[in-house]
Nanobody, 122 residues
């Protein structure tokens, strides 16, 4: 069974940084493609970033490109999302997700964490 546990959310001011963590098993980290998605209040869930099983390939939403970095540390069984230059529009619940299958949609994943709230004040 795949378990994903996010942490690191919080309240920050615009321009500041946060690092989100997603703790999982080694089997998941190396065997699944993983990603971060977010959902703001009253809005649809949206893709943020993804990383391949090998960690060699990453993908970002245009809205976060150049500000966010996705990475994973196999030794710590953890995936990260480093978020810099945060903006109020980044406010959302951020979800860690994993998948074995390559889907056409960037929003479709097989397993999800419970989410962590990120709030950016102006």
């Amino acid at each position: 069974q795949v378990q994903l546990v996010e942490s690191g959310g919080g309240l920050v001011q615009a321009g500041e940084s946060l690092r989100l963590s997603c703790a999982t098993s080694e089997r998941t980290l190396v065997g699944y493609a993983m990603g971060w998605l977010r959902q703001a209040s009253g809005k649809d869930r949206e893709f943020v970033a993804a990383i391949s099983r090998s960690g060699l390939s990453t993908d970002y939403a245009d809205s976060v490109k150049g500000r966010f970095t996705i990475s994973k540390d196999n030794a710590k069984n953890t995936m990260y999302l480093q978020m810099n230059s945060l903006k109020p529009e980044d406010t959302a619940v951020y979800f860690c997700a994993a998948k074995r299958t390559s889907y056409s949609s960037k929003l479709v994943y097989d397993y999800w964490g419970q989410g962590t709230q990120v709030t950016v004040s102006s």
